[in-house]
């Protein structure tokens, strides 16, 4: 039932065509000028996310009907899938940055409620509430952002903030904030809000641990479309950035340092969805800086990031979903155990080899097409230091991807053998992951005119790209020498109990970044900022309070004693005081 | 119309006294004459808030001048030009409108008080008549006097009703609260001795002072900061705020939503209605340095939550944040930022008066407030538990819900402060106090999803034996959590409701500041 609401919803917000003209709800104003409304704004990029939003959560419903089957309450899950489906295409269609934050905020929640969906694990809550406050440390920037770029540019609405008269006239005005430029720091402060949100280094932490949701959560929200929010909101506001060297230039070295640096976690870990949640964050990478590359005359990054969103939403929504059956059939997360399940599970073995290839970059899958276009505009745009990183995330991708795979489905089963027995494909699970096995191979190769013809920042046409033959030959050669490295380290069963030494003891621990944000959050912020400032409200202004209080007390003790009820005191003060009275009027008069 | 407005007042005394006949034993029939007239209360004001919204008075030819609708202006005291003056406009409509809520609600929670049953209802009954009377004054007198009203039953209240140290901690609030009203005695008094002869004919009419300017400026000097702390004390600002804490952990669960939602709007409504309004020239002169208090209160208050582990001394200290926000919007001048503070008002008195309620109602189930003795709630009570996680998005500032609205507005307008030369440029100070404010939001973040992750997640601490929420507890939090939802998603006739009354209190403050 709640499913059958779900899955209409989602089928009725399908776009069918591109609606040019955008339906609005007057929501509140801000000052005379300024109305605020919520309606949507379809653009290239908003329909190719919603596009991919409707198409994935449809799967992952179907999906979720089978992995959730045992669950105690499919009555929650649902609605909150659901939930989040609205919020997101609330957010992809948003026409003004305060829409698009209202949802943002609304995405957080709904993956909040959702990584925190068993919240009877201590674990499960810990990663919620870590993905919520991450997310939320970042939004705070956002939010100064939206209103420092509202105040100067005296709107909201995407259709009149990315206008070139009004950025030009704000550069031009050279209005400063605090001595800070005004269009710098506003584009770098809605990017930071985009660098919480699609979990760039080192606001990243939130993400590995976020797999600790229901994996169908992890597949559509940590994977496939909310953490993609941050990439949709540098292209939303990419005109903008454009004229703001110094925040491009940031873009793309956070981009290429997480595209870097979760690659090589993500060669280390041994859970199944940190591996693929490492994976990511990697692939996010590659697409925030191709981003960052790109500017209005050199467009071409801008259509690879959207055309890696595009294509490895398929392909990365695929393997979490192989992963989720895998994890139902051996009731582990670690790859440790196990091993051996090619023949187990068929047609897991086929989607997940699919999807593996798609990610590494082969020849013919959609990873491949998109993945070039990004390395061809970053050597294009002379940005020759991200293109080697890129090329060398690209066999560091091929490596992960296949050491994943051989470890899964060769060698010897290495895990409980009972849990195997009973063990099988659901119907329901199966649908889905062969469905999205078409878009992995296929969207590359059909859609890449689509993208570099037509997804492009407003107000460019589409230019001529004759890229240099040799990027792809390289970008094959990696993808080739990183599935050929993987399968000769993993094709027999290794030994995988050791522990980890030294520098591969450091990545395993993902360089321990958690470690030193549980140290500034817990012994510094809670101990050395609240845990004072308690003590000082406790005896400080509490104690002044209380010195003032027991002032008035003894100054009322001291009133008392006088006001004793006693007669004979009375009188006694009553003849002192005639006495004193009769002498003073005999002095003076 | 203008009699109905007085029955908000005239209504709840009359319960009061109509509940000191009714047999002490006849439990069912004090609940349900209180409960009547709450209900009834609400209905006049709703239905006065419907003849407003249809048909607002028009502005009259002073544009500082407040136009009251459903006025009532009578001689009271004629040797000291006292009168008997009430009124609404679309501000004091909403408080009104707010306090009701809240107020039958409070009915609501207190249901099962057994101890004093009649007691109890006839002082709540008295502390809505202050509380209504003082929304409607607008003869400063009258307002004082109203306001004092309030706190004797706040007072016994808790003194009597109240848990662990009850007697200090009401000692503790109404020294504290009575000590702010000697201040505002002093503003009034400044405000009143220090005009010319001529004016005296005025008397203590706030329309008057403010809409002619009347108060002399070196009586503003002084009289403004004594008015707006006694009143900054109501509202608990930095670093007069230790009443708060102390006083809800002890209050009974109505007292504590009434404190926190309706009380500290008092003071915030004092700050804007009679210190600022009235007294622009003095409000210029030394806003900074409430600012400043304004903006620790936030910071403070928010740092200090996340280190407390009692669910009532966590909501006060964020209620001391939330309330401090409202104040920075009043410091920062701007129109915008105003009415986003007013907008504060309200929704933090849903807010707060749906946590209030949740706590009472948790606590009156594990007998404990502190979090590290609790967990795993939503197995055992869902309903109460579903109820705690939406509240906390509010605490929060999600958007959907009032607060994020009422913040959104809070932030943009102080990033448009008129600025110290009434121009493009803002005050640096404002702005650094906004940019801290706005980061705020992250602190607030933490210590609502610590507790909420402590209080109804994880595993069952223990084997409880207690059921969920009963029908009267559920009624009062949905129509608290209703009220939330329905003004974040459906904000626009708020705000047009505040802006519409907003206009000579900032023709005041805009006199002031040339």
Redesign the interface.
């Known amino acids: 039932m709640v499913l059958a609401i779900g899955l209409a919803y989602v089928y009725s917000s399908s776009p069918e065509t591109i609606i040019t003209d955008t339906w609005r709800f007057?929501?509140?104003?801000?000052?005379k000028s300024i109305n605020l409304s919520l309606g949507f704004y379809l653009d290239p990029i908003s329909v190719m996310m919603l596009c991919v939003i409707t198409i994935i959560s449809t799967l992952v419903h179907i999906y979720s009907v089978g992995y959730m089957h045992d669950d105690e309450s499919p009555g929650r899950f649902f609605p909150l899938l659901s939930f989040f489906v609205f919020s997101m295409i609330g957010l992809v269609a948003a026409t003004n940055l305060?829409q698009m934050?209202?949802?943002w905020?609304?995405v957080g929640?709904s993956s909040y409620?959702l990584i925190?969906f068993w919240?009877?694990k201590?674990s499960a809550?810990?990663a919620?509430?870590k993905a919520?406050?991450i997310t939320?440390?970042a939004?705070?920037f956002f939010?100064?952002g939206i209103?420092?770029l509202?105040?100067h540019c005296g709107a909201y609405e995407f259709a009149d903030l990315l206008l070139p008269e009004t950025i030009k006239t704000l550069k031009e005005s050279e209005a400063t904030?605090?001595g800070y430029d005004v269009l710098a720091l506003g584009t770098l402060c809605v990017f930071i809000g985009g660098w919480g949100k699609s979990a760039m280094i080192p606001l990243h932490v939130w993400l590995p641990d976020a797999m600790e949701g229901p994996t169908p959560v992890s597949s559509i929200i940590h994977s496939a479309t909310m953490v993609v929010a941050g990439i949709f909101l540098t292209a939303r506001m990419f005109p903008m950035f454009a004229e703001a060297p110094s925040t491009m230039y940031v873009v793309e070295i956070t981009g290429a340092a997480t595209a870097l640096f979760a690659a090589v976690i993500a060669c280390t870990q041994m859970d199944i969805k940190r591996i693929l949640a490492f994976s990511t964050l990697s692939q996010l990478g590659y697409m925030m800086f191709s981003l960052g590359v790109a500017n209005m005359d050199h467009s071409l990054g801008y259509s690879a990031s959207m055309f890696h969103v595009f294509t490895h939403a398929f392909f990365k929504c695929l393997l979490f979903l192989s992963a989720g059956l895998i994890i139902h059939m051996v009731h582990s997360n670690d790859i440790g155990h196990m091993g051996g399940l090619r023949k187990k599970a068929k047609w897991t073995y086929w989607v997940t080899l699919i999807a593996c290839l798609a990610i590494a970059g082969v020849p013919g899958l959609s990873g491949f097409f998109s993945k070039d276009e990004i390395l061809i505009a970053a050597w294009e745009g002379g940005h020759h230091c991200s293109f080697i990183i890129g090329a060398g995330v690209g066999f560091l991708t091929a490596f992960y991807m296949f050491r994943y795979f051989m470890l899964i489905f060769h060698g010897e089963f290495r895990g409980d053998a009972h849990h195997l027995e009973h063990a099988h494909e659901s119907k329901w699970m199966v649908l889905p992951m062969v469905v999205l096995t078409v878009p992995s191979i296929f969207a590359g190769y059909l859609m890449k005119g689509q993208f570099l013809g037509y997804v492009l920042p407003p107000g460019v046409s589409a230019g001529e790209h004759d890229a240099p033959g040799w990027i792809p030959m390289m970008a094959i050669a990696a993808s080739i020498l990183g599935i050929g490295l993987a399968v000769l380290m993993y094709r027999k069963s290794p030994d995988l109990a050791a522990e980890p030494k030294g520098l591969r003891k450091l990545i395993y621990n993902k360089f321990y970044i958690d470690e030193l944000y549980l140290f500034v959050t817990h012994k510094i912020i809670?101990k050395c900022?609240?845990?004072p400032?308690?003590w000082i409200?406790d005896y400080v202004?509490?104690g002044?309070?209380?010195v003032?209080?027991r002032l008035?007390q003894s100054l009322a003790s001291v009133v008392r004693a006088i006001q004793s009820g006693l007669a004979h005191i009375y009188v006694g003060v009553f003849l002192i005081g005639f006495i004193v009275l009769i002498i003073f009027g005999g002095l003076f008069f | 119309m203008a009699f109905l407005l007085n029955c908000t007042w005239i209504l709840p005394a009359l319960v009061a006294v109509l509940l000191m006949f009714v047999p002490k034993d006849n439990k069912p029939a004090i609940r349900m004459l209180s409960l009547i007239g709450a209900i009834v209360n609400l209905g006049i004001i709703a239905v006065l808030t419907i003849v407003f919204v249809n048909d607002p008075p028009a502005l009259g030819d002073n544009p500082a001048a407040t136009v009251l609708a459903f006025e009532t202006k009578a001689m009271w005291f004629d040797k000291l030009n006292i009168y008997f003056h009430t009124g609404v406009d679309g501000f004091s409509l909403l408080m009104m409108l707010m306090a009701s809520i809240i107020g039958l609600c409070g009915i609501l929670v207190s249901w099962n008080i057994e101890d004093r049953c009649k007691e109890f209802f006839i002082l709540l009954a008295a502390l809505l008549s202050g509380t209504f009377g003082c929304f409607i004054s607008f003869d400063l007198f009258t307002f004082f006097l109203f306001n004092e009203l309030t706190l004797i039953p706040t007072y016994m209240l808790i003194g009597i009703f109240g848990s662990g140290k009850k007697e200090w901690a009401a000692?503790?609030l109404n020294?504290?609260l009575f000590?702010g009203s000697a201040l505002i005695i002093l503003g009034m008094a400044g405000m009143y001795i220090g005009s010319a002869d001529a004016m005296k004919d005025r008397g203590f009419d706030l329309i008057a002072m403010a809409a002619n300017g009347s108060i002399p400026v070196e009586i503003q000097m002084w009289a403004f900061p004594a008015l707006f702390l006694g009143f900054a004390v109501l509202s608990s600002v930095?670093?007069?705020?230790?009443?708060s804490p102390a006083g809800h952990a002890a209050a009974p669960t109505a007292i504590s939503m009434f404190l926190a939602g309706v009380h500290m709007k008092l003071g915030g409504y004092g700050c804007l209605r009679v210190g600022m309004y009235t007294m622009p020239e003095g409000a210029h002169a030394c806003m900074d340095i409430f600012l400043v208090f304004a903006t620790i209160s936030v910071v403070?208050g928010a740092?200090?939550a996340?280190?407390?582990r009692d669910l009532k001394f966590i909501n006060a200290y964020s209620s001391i944040s939330h309330v401090g926000l409202v104040v920075f919007g009043f410091a920062t001048f701007s129109?915008?930022a105003i009415r986003g503070a007013i907008m504060q008002m309200v929704s933090h008195g849903f807010v707060t008066a749906v946590v209030f309620a949740l706590i009472g109602s948790i606590y009156g189930r594990t007998h404990t407030r502190n979090v590290d003795e609790m967990g795993?709630l939503?197995?055992q009570i869902p309903f109460l538990s579903v109820a705690f996680?939406l509240a906390g998005?509010a605490v929060?500032g999600?958007?959907?819900t009032s607060s994020?609205?009422a913040e959104?507005?809070i932030?943009?307008?102080s990033?448009?402060n008129p600025g110290a030369d009434g121009g493009m440029n803002p005050d640096?100070l404002v702005?650094?106090c906004a940019?801290l404010c706005?980061?705020t939001?992250?602190t607030t973040?933490?210590y609502v999803?610590?507790t909420v992750?402590r209080v109804?997640?994880?595993?069952?601490t223990k084997d409880y034996d207690f059921g969920d929420a009963n029908k009267i507890e559920k009624s009062a939090i949905i129509i608290l959590l209703f009220c939330i939802f329905a003004m974040g998603i459906f904000?626009?006739w708020i705000?047009n409701l505040v802006d519409g009354s907003l206009g000579p209190i900032m023709e005041s403050l805009n006199r002031g500041a040339r």
Do not use: C
């Open positions: 007057d929501w509140v104003n801000l000052g305060v934050f209202i949802f905020e609304l929640v409620l925190g919240y009877h201590p809550v810990a919620s509430k919520f406050i939320r440390f939004d705070a939010l100064f209103i420092l509202g105040l904030f605090a809670f900022v609240a845990a400032m308690k409200d202004v509490d002044a309070m209380n003032q209080e008035s | 000692m503790k020294l504290m000590g930095f670093p007069f705020h230790t009443w403070y740092f200090i996340i280190r407390h129109a915008l795993g939503m197995k996680v998005f929060v999600m958007p959907g994020f609205v959104l507005t932030f943009v307008g990033f448009q640096p702005l650094t940019v706005v980061l939001i992250v973040a933490v999803l610590r992750n109804v997640n994880g595993p069952l904000p626009g705000a």
